[in-house]
Every structure is written in structure tokens, then in C-alpha cells.
């Protein structure tokens, strides 16, 4: 029977890329697996195919000869991949962890018979205000950790003894096991992988090489920070166990909510409330600024409520970075109150002075009404009687 095309077994077209190939062969190698297919032998015959078809299209000179001879270019010794290539452990190492849940190698986090695992990541959350965003700050934080223990240096062993070689794996870490096609390792079950066991455990640490201690630490955080900034302090989290290099730890910043500003980005907003006579005749008002100086802004002669007004680089700095952000001044006029009897009078005496020029919204708007109701008015009328 002849063979079939590599690109149509794969399924891809004969310009795919390296990342595109490799991606329709893990989907389709896990989908015919023997494993996941036991006694299919249909299945078993493409999982071969697609070995085979990978092998020759993701080496570039073999993928160049295939494109131009076809299988001719591989028979008769030419190089072709038959059945199970040579390196098929490392085409399919990236693999097996989707298939069964752990790597086909040893590289994963602890070195192989030393036992020794690096510690976990920490997470701290810190509140700073807005102010302390602006300027930035040196914090001082206390977190509980595990460090190193001091009585065994971290080997987790009783004084005057040390781990010895775990007897199951022979300080591999790792057990192998014959599964379908495969030889597979799992974590030894005797030392949990660390490769080594420990007859008389530290006192002090259990046998964990580490203790758990309060710990005072020194954090930087940069003027221009937002809401969710993370820091990362190298090596500051959790020890490793049984001398393993240290977790790292992550601080997360939240701002609290503040009492004047709203924060877009670098942009700050602040809403200050004005008088109706300011609105009117316009004026001159002093506004806050976060470094904590003051800031003028004329307001013209017939402001509205919601009008805004920009201060150039009077915002937030922007982290990293020389470039600051613009405060925005959103004006709103205030309704007087607890009017006096002559505040009234006046006010009155105003009223029956105004004009459509005065109060051009309020013109404009009951003029709206009324052609709205008087084409109510002239409309088609309805009858609830039956036709």
C-alpha cells in the first residue's frame, strides 16, 4: 500500500511553520495514543504514521528533500523515519506531560539525588494611600517564612549524621515503569523524589531542613506605582528544603480609595463645587494638587456644571518613567440654601429680570416641550371603538 502523504497525515498544508507542525502533531499524537486507545490497532498504525511523517518534516533538510523527491528521497537508506526515530524520547518529551501528568526527564525543580527543592513563591498584599503612590516610599513589612535551620544547616539530618542515598531509586528521585510503548518515571514513592532519606531527622526542623521564623524586611516602592503593581523580592520567600535555593517573594500593592482625587492611569480628577454667583460672573478658585501645593483656576463667566478644566503635569508620575500625568478639574455649581428673607427678595427680583438670553438652556428646553405637545395635539386621534 502506498504511503500517504506527510502534510495530509498531519494535517497541514505544505507552507505551515515549525510552531504550526509541532502543534497538529501533539494534538493528533495525543488523540491516537496506544495508551489512550488500548487495543485499537487502527490506532496504533496512524500513531506510527504521524511519528514517521514528524520525524521528516520537522528536520529542515529532510523536510527540503521530502518536498522535492517525496518518499523517494528516504528509500533505499535514504534517512527516512521508520516506525520509532531515534529521538523519539525527546519528540515526544514535551508530551508526556499532557498524556500522563509528568515530564519525561529529570529537569524539574529538585536536582537529581541531592534532595534539595526550592522553596515556595510568597504573596504579601500591602495598602499604601495616594499620596505615597505620588512620592513613592521605603516600606518595612514582617512576614512569617521558613528559613533555613540553624541546628542542621538545612540538611534536615540529627547532628553528627547526614542523609543517605535512598535505596528505591538509588538517588535518582525517580522510579521507572513499563507502560504500553513506553518506559516512563514516576516520583519515587520512598523519598518523594529528593533521592535521598534521612534515618534520624533534626529535632529542631522535623527533618525538614527549614523553620518557620518572623522576619523583618526593607521594600522600595517606586513613586508612580498603581492599583495591582506587583514587586518581586528575589530569594526572599520561603527557604528550600534541605538547603534548596529560596522562593521568591511577590508584593502586591492596592491603593486605598481617596477623598478628593479619582485616578485614571497617570490622570487624576477632582469635583469642586461652586458658587452660583462664580458660575454666573466667573472668578478665580484655588484647587488642591497631590504634591500638596495649591493651584489656580479662572472659571469664566457662565460655567455650567460638569465643566472641566485641565492642569497640565499636575497628575501622577508614570513608574519608570520622567513623564507625569494632567489633573482634571470638574466644576459643580451649588444650589443656595437657608436663604435669608433679602437673599429671596433678591433672588425674586433676578427671577423677573431673566430673559431667554439669561437662560438659554431652560428657554430652549420648554420651547422643546411645547412643539412636542403641540404635535401631539395636531395628530391622528384613536378610537377604542370596534371598526
Known amino acids: 500500500m502506498s504511503k500517504r ?42 500513531f506510527r504514521e504521524l511519528n514517521e511523517a514528524y520525524e521528516v518534516l520537522k528536520d529542515g533538510d529532510k523536510r527540503a528533500a521530502y518536498d522535492r523527491f517525496g518518499h523517494a528521497a528516504f528509500e533505499q537508506g535514504g534517512g ?10 525527546s519528540t515526544f518529551s514535551d508530551i508526556f506531560e499532557d498524556l500522563f501528568g509528568m515530564g519525561g526527564g529529570g529537569g524539574g525543580r529538585r536536582g537529581r539525588g541531592t534532595g534539595r527543592e526550592r522553596g515556595s513563591d510568597l504573596r504579601y498584599n500591602m495598602e499604601i494611600g495616594l499620596e505615597e503612590a505620588f512620592e513613592g516610599k521605603e516600606a518595612q513589612i514582617r512576614i512569617p517564612t521558613s528559613v533555613t535551620c540553624e541546628v542542621c544547616s538545612g540538611t534536615g539530618a540529627k547532628a553528627g549524621t547526614k542523609p543517605k ?4 531509586c538509588g538517588g535518582a528521585g525517580k522510579v521507572r515503569h513499563a507502560q504500553g510503548f513506553f518506559t516512563l518515571e514516576r516520583t519515587c514513592p520512598a523519598c518523594q523524589g529528593r533521592g535521598q532519606v534521612i534515618d534520624d531527622p533534626c529535632a529542631a526542623c522535623s527533618g525538614a531542613g527549614r523553620v518557620t521564623r518572623e522576619r523583618t524586611l526593607s521594600v522600595n516602592i517606586p513613586a508612580g506605582v498603581e492599583d495591582g503593581t506587583r514587586i518581586r523580592l528575589a530569594g526572599e520567600g520561603e527557604a528550600g528544603v534541605r ?16 477623598e478628593l482625587y479619582q485616578r485614571d492611569g497617570a ?67 451649588e444650589t443656595p440654601q437657608k436663604l435669608t428673607k433679602r437673599q429671596r427678595e433678591l433672588l425674586t427680583e433676578f427671577e423677573k429680570l431673566s430673559s431667554e438670553q439669561t437662560q438659554p438652556e431652560s428657554a430652549g428646553f420648554l420651547g422643546r416641550v411645547k412643539s412636542f405637545l403641540d404635535g401631539l395635539g395636531s395628530g391622528d386621534s384613536y378610537s377604542d371603538k370596534p371598526s
Do not use: W
Open 267 to 333: 490622570d487624576l480628577y477632582c469635583r469642586v463645587p461652586i458658587s452660583m454667583v462664580t458660575a454666573a460672573l466667573g472668578g478665580e478658585i484655588a484647587v488642591p494638587v497631590i504634591d500638596g501645593s495649591e493651584a489656580k483656576v479662572k472659571i469664566p463667566a457662565g460655567t455650567q456644571t460638569g465643566g472641566r478644566f485641565r492642569l497640565a503635569g499636575k497628575g501622577m508620575p508614570v513608574l519608570r518613567s520622567k513623564q507625569t500625568g494632567d489633573m482634571y478639574v470638574q466644576v459643580s455649581v
Open 243 to 258: 538547603g534548596g535555593p529560596a522562593g521568591d517573594l511577590y508584593i502586591f500593592l492596592s491603593l486605598v480609595p481617596h
Open 165 to 168: 542515598t535512598c535505596a528505591t
Open 5 to 46: 502523504d506527510y502534510y495530509e497525515v498531519l494535517g497541514v498544508s505544505r507552507t505551515c511553520t515549525e510552531v504550526e507542525l509541532k502543534g497538529a502533531f501533539r494534538k493528533l499524537a495525543m488523540q491516537h495514543h496506544p495508551d489512550r486507545n488500548p487495543g485499537d490497532s487502527e490506532c496504533e498504525h496512524k
Open 80 to 89: 527516512g523515519g521508520h516506525g520509532f526515530g531515534t529521538d523519539f524520547a
